[in-house]
């Protein structure tokens, strides 16, 4: 079965760091690229970040530009997100997920994780 | 980056109702848009991928079209298990942005 679990998510005050952890199973992980998606209170979803299957590139949402860092291992078949100068902007439930590639040229978010909560506040 | 634009923002229906769910981008994206539904506590699920291709395991009650700028979700027969968050989402470039939701519930 193919599964997604995050950890790491707390409480932290803001200008605070935190790192995520995505723990993946059931599929061949360097295969994929991987995104970090999250929700915030009562907003809809919003991409976060993106690393290719090899970890070489990594893309970022203007809002987390300069203060996240997306890595994976692919020997530990892992995702991670490095949050750094944390605001409460940052607040929510933040997604790892698979992104498949379809029909050659399509992309899509096809599996996720349940999600880990973070909170920004003092 | 590319904008995108769902309506109605929330639409209230009855089971056995058609539900549309529109979708507009900013710029072409050609037939690269994704459909998700999101319930509270659970992860998103893929229902769409290239505008019009359903996920595997997704009933076909739920289709989608368009391509260029403008697209559509349509709920064929709404049952009671879709009452939920619905998003569409770009997947032309990076940032991969995503529309601000369509909720659906119940009439």
């Known amino acids: 079965e193919v599964q997604l679990v995050e950890s790491g998510g707390v409480v932290v005050q803001p200008g605070g760091s935190l790192r995520l952890s995505c723990a993946t199973s059931g599929f061949t992980f360097d295969n994929f690229a991987m995104v970090w998606v999250r929700q915030g209170p009562g907003k809809g979803l919003e991409w976060v970040s993106l690393v290719t299957w090899d970890g070489d590139t990594a893309r970022y949402a203007d809002s987390v530009k300069g203060r996240f860092i997306v890595a994976r291992d692919n020997s530990k078949k892992s995702l991670y997100l490095q949050m750094n100068s944390l605001r409460p902007e940052d607040t929510a439930l933040y997604y790892c997920?698979?992104?498949?590639?379809?029909?050659?040229?399509?992309?899509?978010?096809?599996?996720w994780g349940p999600g880990t909560m973070v909170t920004v506040s003092s | 980056d590319i904008q995108m634009t769902q309506s109605p923002p929330s639409l209230s229906a009855s089971v056995g109702d058609r539900v549309t769910i529109t979708c507009r981008a900013s710029?072409?994206?050609?037939?690269?848009l994704n459909w998700y539904q999101h319930k509270p506590g659970k992860a998103p699920k893929l229902l769409i991928y290239a505008a019009s291709t359903l996920q595997s395991g997704v009933p076909p009650r739920f289709s989608g079209s368009g391509s260029g700028t403008d697209f559509t979700l349509i709920i064929s027969g709404l049952q009671p298990e879709d009452f939920a968050l619905y998003y569409c989402?770009?997947?032309?470039?990076?940032?991969?942005?995503f529309g601000q939701g369509t909720k659906v519930e119940v009439k």
């Open positions: 997920a698979r992104e498949a590639r379809f029909l050659e040229w399509f992309e899509a978010f096809d599996v």
């Open positions: 710029q072409s994206i050609n037939t690269h």
């Open positions: 989402q770009q997947s032309y470039s990076s940032p991969r942005t």
